[in-house]
């Protein structure tokens, strides 16, 4: 069997008309290789926030089921677009739903897991030369009720789908071209990343960083899926999520909310020179530590204080 490519794109890279067709001739580009794409696209731009708000603004107390009745719907709206579009460009694509491409999950709304993936209607419209456009973050349960796989969850459905298709790795388009040593938008000086260990990546998913959907890591770690985010717009290397594992090199560090502060890299836990500019930070910024907790891969922060964005700032540039 030919590989497929398994391409995602997530809601900045949609947000617009402008952006749908730039990411539509990215799409015609691999075609014209010969190449069989699976494209799985979010929602465009701030859709999901606009319909949690829509329906909140209906009822105080929205029923789960319903409400991912309503959500699924902009992940329908922007493949259908991008179909309409690859369709008009002289490209053969066909969109496709959750349930449609086969994606049965766990009845759990708004958060529901994957089970399995009845691969074969993706693997009919492929074989029939078509671009395959999954509507990511949505399934169907037992009852064949809509569900959505918690916020970012197209990421889960990428990897999902690739792992189910055999697929060699999965590519994450973003707006960002990358996983960097911290939030670039919030962080100055920051630097991308050329590798990370499924470990370490999941380690920063869980501690907030949404530049992938943490179930995505797990999925590719099992099934060894090499996870490579990359951006929308341009062609520059992306940071590939794979097995290697590098020893003693600090990776990330990321605040999950006021006072909560980690530091991902494997073998944190020997790294006594980073160890120590650590609590000499803590020590000269004159921080109260309520917890301070190293595993394997990670350093755990929780302070007394409030940690503002400069603090981060001045803390990255000491470890990286
Ligand atoms: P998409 O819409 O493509 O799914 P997301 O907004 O979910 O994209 O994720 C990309 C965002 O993740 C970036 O714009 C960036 O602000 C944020 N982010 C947080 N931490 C990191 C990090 N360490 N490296 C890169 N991006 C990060
Ligand atoms: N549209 C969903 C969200 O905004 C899923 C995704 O973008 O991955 O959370
Ligand atoms: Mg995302």
């Not at 749908?20 to 794409?37: M, N, P, S, T």
């Not at 492929?126 to 064949?144: H, R, Y």
């Not at 920063?204 to 797990?218: D, F, I, P, Q, Y």
Request: proline content about 1%.
């Amino acid at each position: 069997m030919d590989t497929i490519m398994v391409l995602k794109f997530g809601g900045s890279s949609v947000a617009d008309n402008k952006k749908l067709e730039l990411v539509a001739k990215r799409i015609a580009k691999i075609y014209d290789k010969g190449q069989k794409i699976v494209v799985v696209l979010s929602a465009q731009g701030k859709t999901t926030d606009k319909l949690i708000k829509e329906a909140q603004e209906l009822s105080n107390n929205v029923e789960n089921r319903e409400l991912d009745a309503l959500l699924s719907c902009g992940e329908q709206m922007s493949t259908a677009k991008l179909s309409i579009l690859l369709n008009y460009m002289g490209y053969p694509a066909i969109s496709l739903t959750g349930w449609q491409a086969g994606i049965f999950t766990t009845n759990n709304n708004q958060n529901a897991n994957i089970i399995k993936i009845d691969t074969s209607r993706i693997l009919k419209e492929l074989n029939s030369g078509k671009i395959v456009i999954i509507a990511g973050f949505q399934g169907i349960d037992e009852n064949l009720d809509i569900t959505t796989l918690g916020r970012g969850g197209s990421d889960t459905t990428a990897v999902a789908v690739a792992a189910a298709l055999n697929s060699e790795n999965c590519y994450i388009f973003s707006d960002v071209d990358g996983v960097y040593t911290a939030d670039p938008d919030k962080v100055e000086n920051t630097k991308k990343l050329e590798n990370l260990s499924y470990e370490e990546m999941m380690q920063l998913s869980s501690e907030g960083a949404k530049v992938l959907h943490n179930r995505c890591v797990e999925i590719g770690e099992k099934f060894k899926i090499p996870i490579i985010t990359k951006s929308s717009f341009n062609d520059k290397p992306g940071t590939i999520i794979s097995e290697k594992i590098e020893e003693n090199i600090v990776k990330s560090i990321i605040k999950k909310d006021v006072s909560r502060v980690a530091i991902i890299g494997n073998g944190i836990i020997r790294n006594f020179d980073l160890i120590k500019k650590v609590i000499e930070f803590i020590e000269k910024e004159k921080l109260e530590l309520l917890k301070f907790e190293i595993s394997e891969a990670k350093i755990s922060l929780v302070f007394k204080n409030i940690i503002d964005d400069g603090k981060i700032n001045e803390l990255h540039d000491l470890i990286f």
